[in-house]
């Protein structure tokens, strides 16, 4: 089979390797697609950071059940979806559901190898049979993400009726504001391109506020509404400077995108205003991702998120650089490791 794999930070080859063997506890599965996002870019042009090298990368895909290993019920030729995050089971986080903050977590793609590859062994508790839904490979690898901005939502408490900002339009903020939406929130949704902003118009939101227009504050003052729940998706100090700044007393604040910078935390006045900071990191297994594939479900056509499918060969330059530089032509761009040449998207149902 072949395989991308990542050696070191600019360092991404293209491998012939044999074909695992699923061991007890795993399954091996044929890759039909895998969604490439900014942790696969930090780790190719600044890694490692995360990643355990030398690693295949890639964490959010789907494809089929081509054999098990002992204790796996999961049958040969169903689709799947991969969580990715691999963890015990056992450890106090993961007996009350919360798997993402397993004490022993690892990632398929980061510390172990992931979907950029033709096949994939992997731990089958990372995995969900998404038969039933019948969506096309092409929509079914964006299920990874969507759980992101489902345990986002959840995390936040947010809920119908309520007004939610979405500030960064971006891989994360543009399922976010779907998540959001779908909950019956009214959205505002914050970027800097007019573009992004109606492509989350489209997504759900109700009104949008071009970055460096007015202030967020303005915007919600103008509006009449007092926001309930504000997401910075974009990470950067500016975005989080617009959130605190609009926030009015018992808001909810959700830093979904890290920040590199040194943010200074006034306790005093946050505790004063009753301030309550919400952090989110991946996603719950079990209750995030079979969220995900009903979204992705409920939408026909995702192609304003994800246009075109690439070949393996082309995950450095045509995904990777492309998040590194600001230069990416779609929202999500999705590798098919079968795939020999670049062809449209396929969206909705398969059948």
């Given at each position: 089979m072949r395989a991308a794999v990542l050696h070191a930070a600019g360092d991404l080859r293209i491998?012939?390797?044999?074909?695992?063997?699923?061991?007890?506890?795993?399954?091996l599965v044929r890759v039909t697609g895998c969604g490439v996002c900014g942790s696969d870019a930090t780790e190719y042009t600044r890694g490692p950071v995360l990643t355990e090298l030398p690693v295949v990368l890639g964490h959010e895909f789907t494809g089929t059940i081509e054999a098990v290993g002992d204790g796996v019920d999961l049958a040969v030729g169903a689709q799947v979806v991969c969580g990715a995050g691999i963890s015990c089971g056992r450890c106090k986080p993961c007996r009350a559901g919360r798997t993402n903050l397993c004490r022993r977590y690892r990632t398929a793609g980061l510390q172990v190898d992931g979907g950029l590859a033709e096949f994939v062994a992997v731990t089958a508790a990372t995995l969900l049979d998404v038969t039933a839904s019948a969506l096309t490979a092409d929509t079914l690898a964006l299920a990874q993400p969507m759980a992101i901005a489902v345990h986002a939502v959840a995390r936040s408490g947010l809920t119908a009726g309520q007004d939610a900002v979405v500030l960064g339009i971006g891989g994360i903020g543009a399922f976010l504001t779907h998540a959001a939406a779908a909950v019956g929130a009214r959205v505002?949704?914050?970027?800097?391109?007019a573009e992004r902003l109606d492509l989350a118009r489209a997504l759900g939101a109700e009104s949008t506020l071009l970055a460096g227009e007015r202030s967020l504050a303005e915007a919600l003052a103008d509006a009449g509404r007092e926001a309930d729940v504000l997401f910075e998706v974009s990470g950067s100090r500016a975005g989080w400077d617009e959130v605190v700044a609009a926030a009015l007393p018992g808001a909810v604040l959700v830093p979904v995108g890290i920040q590199r910078d040194e943010i200074?935390?006034?306790?005093?006045?946050?505790?004063?205003?009753?301030?309550?900071?919400?952090?989110?990191?991946?996603?719950a297994m079990a209750a995030d991702l079979p969220r995900a594939v009903e979204l992705l479900s409920a939408r026909a056509d995702w192609s304003d998120l994800a246009s075109e499918v690439l070949p393996l060969d082309e995950v450095a330059e045509g995904a990777l650089v492309p998040l590194t530089d600001g230069g990416a032509r779609q929202i999500k761009t999705v590798i098919d490791p079968a795939a020999t040449q670049r062809r449209p998207a396929r969206h909705g149902s398969a059948r």
């Open positions: 491998e012939e390797r044999e074909i695992p063997t699923p061991g007890p506890g795993e399954a505002l949704a914050v970027d800097r391109s200074p935390v006034p306790l005093g006045a946050w505790t004063l205003r009753e301030y309550t900071i919400v952090g989110t990191v991946a996603h």
